[in-house]
């Protein structure tokens, strides 16, 4: 008789594992499983363990184990028989089907030509009801289109056309039906079909409710099918990542359709109401030589020998134009040079730009107002715009007027009355620059579109104008949208010579280079203004769009972007006698663990957590994302446990450089207080820098980090009892955005529990799956962390990104 020898420490159920003493198998039941009761087994738990003979109860357990996988072999073995043989008759079937040939019956009317959405009865003809009816009046119709959608009832097959966002239902029956690009027709095939429209039946539907009812079509070019087919490469509720990678194809998508259209239309509509309004489109330039909103955030380049810069606003160039044309706007390309990963973050975005002259500041609200509130309603005037917007952002209303008005302030006693800190956990004080958590609180509990005015000078740009009420503030401001906070920022601009050349000198900034723009204030200057509208952040609002990077056309890559884990690359490893695994961490979302001896099968990641065995886990210990992204690869410690087993927590926790294999610690470092996010010039001393932008950019300044520093190991680093701050912040996250029992287990990856993980049975629950549809909360969560990161796990202070993530998750399942 055989013996089996099973280490339940050292051991492993991998398939080539034969049950020796030197490779022992991990669990009694796999190896009775495969070797049966004609086969003695020992078994020790623990290495130091001599070999035992296995119990009789651990053996009655491995008999019924080994019962049921024979159980469900056996009808595994029966689903594939099965499978095979319908596969068998498939594939019978369509090659009948190539046999099968149909052609443009020459004896019918010649077809006309129409478009999907065509409704005049003069060129389409009329519609036929039934069989009976005399066909009098019929036309018979030519289309094309991409198949959108394809049915098969009985013998027939219903194919819904796309061209642009018009839809057309189409059937196919009798032989057209059994032809074999009939049977193997796939989504994004584009077709011709020629027929004849009939109205659909009672109580069906179709768009316009009518049905082109072919009696010939044709395949222009085919769309693959099986793992190429575009459901299976960008499925509607598929992976963010992934969408983001085949954007080219994702864009097919409804959704992304229906936010390009809502954007023509509201490109449109400002266009529309700035020629009402006879201000002037012009063109400035992208590339330039001269900063408007501070030396940190620009995209450097050389042009022939010189520095210079893809631009940050047109503020400056409009400007030189209202001598020349008056009143005038652009709709251009803007850039900032800001490595930032928020929802709202975009490095290029559309910026709707003017500037005015001789007027008030008081001129310049009353026309804001009027260019949002007319924007909205020409957009609601296009039925299929406003049919979107309903159908994405249902409680939308249209903004009442007139905008409340709101001192800088009257925010910040606002603010202190209900306890709202700052990002340094204080109350707010004049000269605070008010960070984007506090001021999306109070835009979303007054529930109303604010125009917050009047920011002190210290955290404005040089050339705004100051108010001469109050010198120590300028006559600024932000316009504040519930649901998305600052998407307008505008100014007075300073029109006084002396009083620039002071702005230049405050800030530090050589005038030399902007003599054109002073010489502006030389040659007949006037009181003017302007304001620059981020066209995303107003789609946003528009459409209720949680993350602004699916409103590009397309997003420059960035290893941030594309997440990319190479076992080749990264092999697993030993150090100090543990088991360890290398990991190339180019990105945030997800982190794919390959499988080794020691580990099984498993995808951590912000939005999921996917298991090849549902009461196992991966605990990954890290003292915070930003630290682990500092370094290229490292050998990160990861532990198999049960959900039950909350992992232990370090109060340092250490890693490994992959290429030195020095050993790392990585500090709980905290930035204090507002780190300087955009400096209005790179060149001179300390000062207050301005952090607030003269007009709406693509995202709030990203707060910079200090980057971990390797530190010489902590000797006898005390072993923590309790969930570490990141370890608390990751499971009330993690939490609230997935649910409790995977939420603890989350929790555990960074360091700790606030409570013991959830039972194995409640982990077997399916992981809920961040749909495209419904919006990535990944971000909501990252944000989160960060703040509670930064700001010491201070709640008052990042309980605004927590709220945001419970809406976030709230919309989702919807």
Not at 33 to 48: L, M
Not at 130 to 154: F, I, L, M, Y
Not at 283 to 307: C, R
Not at 763 to 775: D, I, L, T
Request: glycine letters at 6%.
């Amino acid at each position: 008789m055989a013996v089996i020898y099973i280490d339940e420490e050292a051991g492993s159920d991998l398939p080539e594992v034969q049950g020796t003493e030197s490779a022992p198998y991990k669990s009694l039941l796999e190896a009775y499983f495969r070797h049966g009761a004609e086969s003695e087994y020992q078994v020790k738990k623990k290495d130091d363990e001599e070999w035992k003979p296995a119990a009789k109860s651990a053996l009655k357990k491995a008999v019924a184990y080994a019962a049921q996988q024979k159980k469900k072999q056996e009808a595994a073995a029966k689903r594939a028989e099965k499978d095979a043989q319908d596969e068998a008759a498939r594939l019978a079937v369509l090659e009948e089907a190539k046999k099968i040939k149909i052609t443009d019956d020459p004896s019918l009317p010649k077809p006309v030509s129409i478009n999907l959405n065509e409704a005049n009865s003069s060129v389409i003809g009329q519609l036929r009801k039934s069989k009976d009816e005399p066909a009098e009046g019929v036309k018979r119709v030519s289309v094309v289109g991409r198949v959108n959608r394809v049915a098969k009832q009985g013998g027939l097959i219903f194919v819904t056309l796309r061209r642009g966002l018009n839809y057309m239902q189409c059937l196919l029956s009798g032989d057209l039906s059994k032809t074999y690009d009939a049977l193997t027709l796939s989504r994004e095939t584009s077709l011709e079909i020629i027929g004849q429209l009939w109205e659909v039946p009672a109580g069906a539907h179709a768009p316009l409710d009518r049905e082109l009812r072919a009696d010939y079509f044709r395949v222009i070019a085919k769309a693959p099918g099986g793992d190429d087919a575009f459901t299976n490469q960008v499925p509607i509720d598929g992976d963010t990542q992934t969408l983001y990678n085949l954007r080219h194809l994702t864009l097919r998508h409804e959704k992304p359709a229906a936010i390009m259209y809502v954007r023509d239309v509201v490109e449109d509509a400002f266009h529309t109401v700035y020629k009402e309004l006879d201000v002037k489109k012009v063109s400035p330039p992208a590339l330039v030589q001269t900063q408007v909103e501070g030396g940190s955030t620009l995209f450097k380049f050389d042009y022939y020998g010189e520095t210079s810069y893809l631009t940050q606003s047109s503020q400056l160039y409009l400007e030189t134009v209202l001598p020349v044309l008056g009143d005038c706007y652009c709709i251009e390309k803007s850039f900032r040079a800001e490595k930032s990963l928020t929802r709202r973050h975009l490095s290029e975005y559309s910026h709707v730009e003017a500037e005015l002259d001789f007027i008030t500041f008081e001129n310049l609200l009353d026309h804001l107002e009027h260019v949002i509130c007319r924007v909205i309603d020409l957009t609601l005037e296009n039925p299929v715009a406003a049919e979107a917007i309903k159908k994405y952002n249902p409680d939308f209303e249209k903004p009442s007027r007139p905008f409340l008005r709101m001192r800088y302030t009257d925010a910040i006693d606002w603010l202190r009355e209900r306890g709202i800190k700052n990002e340094d956990g204080n109350d707010h004080t004049f000269g605070d620059d008010i960070a984007e958590a506090a001021e999306r609180k109070m835009t979303d509990e007054i529930n109303r579109p604010i125009f917050l005015t009047h920011f002190p000078a210290e955290i404005k740009s040089f050339y705004m104008m100051r108010a001469s009420d109050d010198p120590r503030v300028t006559e600024s401001v932000d316009v504040l949208m519930p649901g998305v906070g600052e998407i307008v920022g505008g100014s007075m601009r300073i029109w006084d010579h002396e009083e620039l050349m002071a702005g230049y000198k405050r800030e530090g900034i050589d005038p030399t280079g902007y003599f054109w723009y002073t010489d502006q204030r030389k040659y007949g200057s006037t009181p003017h203004g302007g304001y620059g509208l981020g066209a995303e952040r107003f789609l946003a609002w528009l459409l209720k769009l949680w993350t602004h990077s699916i409103l590009p056309l397309f997003i420059l890559a960035r290893d941030s972007i594309h997440s990319r884990v190479s076992t080749q690359e990264c092999p697993s490893a030993a150090v100090d006698g543990k088991s360890w695994m290398a990991l190339d961490l180019q990105a945030l979302d997800p982190w794919c663990i390959a499988p080794t001896e020691a580990l099984r099968v498993g995808c951590i990641s912000t939005s999921s957590l996917k298991f090849a065995s549902s009461d196992w886990a991966q605990h990954l210990y890290a003292s915070s994302v930003p630290g682990i992204l500092s370094f290229p690869i490292f050998l990160l410690h990861l532990q198999t446990q049960p959900f039950s087993t909350p992992p232990p927590t370090t109060t340092t926790p250490v890693f490994y450089n992959l290429h030195s294999t020095a050993q790392i610690t990585m500090p709980r470092q905290r930035s204090v207080g507002r780190a300087p996010s955009r400096p209005t010039a790179p060149a001179p001393a300390a000062k207050p820098q301005q952090t607030r932008p003269a007009a709406t950019h693509a995202a709030p300044p990203a707060g910079t980090h200090p980057s971990p520093q390797a530190m010489p190991p902590q000797a006898g680093a005390p072993v923590s009892q309790g969930p570490g701050l990141f370890g608390q912040m990751a499971s009330t996250a993690a939490g609230v955005a997935i649910g409790s029992s995977v939420g603890h287990a989350i929790g555990g990856l960074f360091g700790g529990s606030s409570e013991p993980a959830a039972a194995p049975v409640q982990a077997q629950a399916a992981p809920q799956e961040q749909s495209w549809n419904q919006g990535n909360c990944a971000p909501a969560a990252q944000s989160f962390t960060k703040c509670m990161d930064e700001h010491n796990g201070n709640m008052q202070i990042c309980n605004w990104y927590l709220e945001q993530l419970k809406a976030c998750q709230a919309a989702a399942g919807q």
